[in-house]
């Protein structure tokens, strides 16, 4: 079997160099050239999803951020390595069991629609975004009430301590949108904010390429590296190395690492981090539409199936480490030590799909696929699980509605990418918590429940101590079935320098800047 997993592994690599070939026959790029340079250059870089919205209360991050940070400003920053400094807010202060924050605001801001930015419009931001629908909803979900002390002075009081806000208001959470603006017709694809460009609505062509401009009474232009920003979608791995090979981007983002010779060949840089974590979510943890995985059993079963070194070779193309954790070598709550913890034993899944009274054949999930993997990712699952007895019903369902349908609780499992968060307390809130994006069947279980109340109040310590007593139960329990942890790769031209971001998809926006 092993040499049989092994042949299986090479083979899908090439059934995924394959379809990379074939789908190079049907598309081309649609990128244009950028010619980006010192001063006032344009930028032209890929994004591989379009803006599902720019209403700042519903929006996602990660792959959306980009189209954020043109636009929009967050009440904190983050530096590459993830510090958290001043922003729209220049200085701020818990109270003794951090429950109350106060941050002093900028009073020379403004939004591009005229209205001055303060207390009041930051507090009513943080309470939509709270009652929004974006998938870090949760992020804010301690937050009991924002309110303006006076124009400058923002306070902030909790329902329970929330140990990453600070890092939050950094990212989606902190997004500051004109109230004027909230709920306008136009909300979704006009954005109004402070940011350091504007979108040009008549240039864009929505779904396939975004134009910004220079916002020229913006409070912050040494941030404005470029006079012009332009941010092309495409949908494919070959499109995007198409693009480079055309030299028709300054930078993208990598889906795909086994372009990674052909991208430095062509005069690129490859900028590579770790931070997402690759494999199987198993959401459906209480059984409510694949009773089977409301048993442990069955979910370990699931996990000692899968061969993570000949995955991390064959989709991964070698760049990653395995792992059987979803947390990051950054968090409090990372344990090397477990992942290692599922060894490929198909013998072993089989006991216990039979301790748990499964003979094979019996388990069937229903997965959904889509272009924002390879064939060969699906093929792989596919033949891994029935390996030990379970089928897999594939159903394709188009990108655009992809993450929506998983975040609406349609499938029980499924193949996905998310982020290791940076630190604990998000990963909670963006995984596991009963009411985080990620879990969309609101799994609730007292020990978590227990555990994550200590990483919550506790100090520093217990914390930290809390966290990986917690890691070792989300693994135990087989809560996820993660393979690997993939390099996430940013390529650069010649002509550009980044920063790749600690906890974030893409780098920050600010950090992409002309070289020379």
């Not at 980006?36 to 951020?65: H, K, M, Q, R």
């Not at 990453?164 to 208001?169: A, G, P, Q, T, Y």
């Not at 300054?250 to 900028?271: E, R």
């Not at 060969?376 to 699980?385: D, E, F, G, S, W």
Request: overall charge neutral.
């Amino acid at each position: 079997m092993f040499n049989f997993r092994k042949r299986l592994a090479a083979t899908a690599a090439a059934v995924a160099v394959a379809a990379v070939a074939l789908a190079g026959c049907s598309g081309s790029s649609s990128g244009s050239s950028s010619g980006a340079g010192a001063g006032d250059g344009t930028l032209t870089i890929a994004t591989i999803v379009p803006s599902s919205t720019f209403a700042a209360n519903n929006v996602p991050w990660a792959n959306e951020s980009p189209y954020l940070q043109a636009v929009y400003d967050t009440l904190l920053h983050a530096k590459p390595d993830g510090t958290v400094e001043p922003w729209l807010a220049t200085k701020w202060s818990y109270n003794t069991d951090k429950t109350v924050l106060t941050l002093t605001l900028r009073d020379d801001v403004t939004f591009t629609d005229g209205t001055k930015f303060d207390a009041s419009a930051a507090a009513q931001n943080l309470l939509r975004f709270r009652d929004g629908t974006s998938p870090q909803k949760a992020y804010l979900a301690t937050l009991k009430d924002a309110t303006a002390v006076d124009a400058t002075t923002l306070r902030l009081t909790l329902s329970a301590p929330n140990p990453s806000l600070l890092s939050f208001l950094t990212q989606n959470p902190g997004l500051m949108e004109s109230p004027k603006h909230f709920g306008a017709a136009d909300e979704k694809t006009t954005p109004v904010g402070s940011g350091p460009y504007v979108l040009d609505t008549k240039a864009t062509v929505v779904g396939s390429s975004y134009v910004f401009t220079k916002n020229a009474k913006y409070w912050a232009p040494k941030e404005q590296h470029y006079a012009k920003i332009v941010m092309n979608v495409f949908s494919t791995p070959t499109a995007v190395l198409n693009a480079i090979k055309g030299g028709q981007i300054d930078g993208a983002p990598l889906v795909d690492n086994s372009t990674i010779d052909q991208i430095k060949a062509a005069g690129y840089t490859v900028n590579g981090q770790q931070l997402n974590f690759f494999g199987l979510l198993l959401f459906d943890r209480g059984g409510a539409i694949s009773p089977a995985l409301a048993d442990v059993r069955v979910r370990q079963a699931i996990n000692y199936a899968f061969d993570r070194k000949a995955l991390l070779k064959a989709v991964g193309h070698g760049y990653g480490d395995v792992t059987s954790s979803i947390f990051s070598p950054d968090s409090s709550g990372y344990d090397k030590a477990l992942d290692d913890y599922y060894t490929y034993d198909p013998a072993k899944a089989k006991s216990l799909l039979k301790e748990a009274g499964y003979s094979a054949g019996q388990i069937t999930l229903t997965m959904p696929t889509s272009s924002n993997f390879t064939p060969a990712t699906y093929a792989l699952t596919k033949q891994y699980l029935s390996d030990i007895g379970i089928k897999v019903n594939e159903v394709n369902v188009a990108g655009s509605s992809f993450l929506a349908d998983l975040l609406a609780a349609k499938y029980a499992a499924t193949v996905m990418q998310l982020k290791a968060a940076p630190t604990t307390w998000e990963t909670l809130t963006l995984d596991v918590l009963p009411k985080a994006g990620w879990n969309p069947f609101h799994t609730e279980d007292p020990t978590v429940a227990k555990l994550a109340a200590t990483v919550q109040s506790g100090s520093d310590a217990e914390a930290a101590a809390a966290a990986k007593e917690l890691n070792a139960y989300i693994v135990k329990q087989a809560w996820f079935a993660p393979w690997y942890r993939p390099q996430q790769t940013y390529a650069t031209n010649a002509k550009t320098s980044v920063e790749t971001q600690t906890g974030n998809a893409y780098p920050y926006l600010w950090n992409i800047v002309p070289k020379g």
